[in-house]
Structure formats: structure tokens, C-alpha cells
């Protein structure tokens, strides 16, 4: 069965950094890329970036270059975000998911179950 | 950037059809790809490139996609239909590679 499991719930302090992960199963991780999609409270979708595990190839949205970081570690099938500095604004659930093919434009047929980032003092 | 336009909420009589759209300038010249997200859970896909069912999704559920405006035709609405639903377009114009763009997202609710 092909799916994406991601690391559990964290809590954190304004300015402590975190770094979350995603462990793709069922399939060549190095052949496809890994999208991270914000969701904030009661809020809609939002595309954070891709990166493309086989080569750590990396794209960010503007809305978001320099806030993050994406890496990823083949050897363990995993991709992780990474906040260097955490504010009040980052709390949302963050969701890691798969194109259907090769491409990094092809719809997401595979999502994880979501990490929820609260921050709060 | 490219901005997708989903309306905030659509309602639709058990058993009868649901209509929900997505605006873009220029969107039928775009693949749009459509998510359903019920709460507490993930998203899941429910129509890629413009059309295409992914294989567990219902007939029920279809896609189009022309000029201004995609549309994702919900028929014979059921009580389990009543969720999220984002539309969502691979924008090339942004930069050298682009981005991926999602709808704000419409809520279809089921009476």
C-alpha cells in the first residue's frame, strides 16, 4: 500500500524551532516529489512547496521562502519541514502529499495524515 | 499570481444535483484538480485534469473545465458528500517552475 506517515502532534514556544517529518511506503520515494500543504485553523489549503527526494531539488512559494526549510533523507524514505524560529502564526496542521506521477505539477492522490503545529506561549 | 474563486458554501436537496465552481483567468487552459476534505481528515482526490475520476471515487462525482470557469457536478447528492471541496491549478506563470494554487474552498452542505 503506497501512503505517506507523518511524525505526531508537536507543541512549541514562540522561537523554539522544530522540524517535522514524512515517511513515504509502497512505492520508490526517490522518483516522486513531496509537496507540504499549510492548513491553518478553520482555514482552506495552502502549497508551501515541493521538493524532489531523488536529488533534494527544491521550490518554495514565495509565500513562504525563507520561513522554511524542506529536506529530505532517501536513505530512510523521508521528507521534513523545518522551522528555525516558530511564531504564534505557525500553528496550523501541516500536511505532506504525493503527485500521481512523476510530475511536480500532477494532482496529489496521496496525502499524509497531517501534523498539527500549535504554538503558544 | 493566479487566483482561484470558490464560493463559501453551496447547499443542495438530498438526492438532487450540486454544482460547485472554480474561477481563474483563463482556468480551461489549465488542468484543475479537485479535493474533497471532510473534518478532521485529510483531503482527498476526488478529480484530476479537469475530468478524470481517480479509481474508488463515485460516477456521481464529475468535472469540466472551459473559459473562466471549472465546475465540479456533485449527482444524486448523499449525506456522506457534505464536506470541504478545493479546486487547485499547477500555476506556470509563477516564476521559472511555477505553483501549485488552491481555491479558498466551498462548503457543500447536504439538506
Known amino acids: 500500500e503506497v501512503q505517506l506517515v507523518q511524525s505526531g502532534a508537536e507543541v512549541k514556544k514562540p522561537g523554539e524551532s522544530l522540524m517535522i517529518s514524512c515517511q513515504g511506503s509502497?512505492?520508490?520515494?526517490?522518483?516522486?516529489?513531496i509537496a507540504w500543504v499549510r492548513q491553518m485553523p478553520g482555514k482552506g489549503l495552502e502549497w508551501m512547496g515541493i521538493?524532489?527526494?531523488?536529488?533534494?531539488?527544491?521550490r518554495y512559494s514565495p509565500s513562504f521562502q525563507g520561513q522554511v526549510t524542506f529536506s529530505a533523507d532517501k536513505s530512510i524514505n523521508s521528507a521534513y519541514l523545518q522551522w528555525s524560529s516558530l511564531k504564534t502564526s505557525d500553528t496550523a496542521m501541516y500536511y505532506c502529499a504525493r503527485p500521481r506521477s512523476g510530475s511536480f505539477a500532477d494532482a496529489f492522490d496521496i496525502w499524509g495524515q497531517g501534523t498539527m503545529v500549535t504554538v503558544s506561549t | 499570481s493566479y487566483d482561484l474563486i470558490q464560493p463559501l458554501s453551496v447547499s443542495v436537496a438530498l438526492g438532487q444535483t450540486a454544482r460547485i465552481t472554480c474561477g481563474g483567468y483563463n482556468i480551461g487552459s489549465k488542468n484543475v484538480n479537485w479535493y474533497q476534505q471532510k473534518p478532521g481528515q485529510a483531503p482527498v482526490l476526488v478529480i484530476h485534469r479537469n475530468l478524470n475520476r481517480p479509481s474508488g471515487i463515485p460516477e456521481r462525482f464529475a468535472g469540466s473545465n472551459s473559459g473562466n470557469t471549472a465546475t465540479l457536478t456533485v449527482s444524486r447528492a448523499q449525506g456522506g458528500d457534505e464536506a470541504d471541496y478545493y479546486c487547485q491549478v499547477w500555476d506556470s506563470s509563477t516564476g521559472a517552475f511555477g505553483g501549485g494554487v488552491f481555491g479558498g474552498g466551498t462548503k457543500l452542505t447536504v439538506l
Open positions: 521538493i524532489f527526494p531523488g536529488d533534494s531539488d527544491i
Open positions: 509502497g512505492y520508490t520515494f526517490t522518483s516522486y516529489w
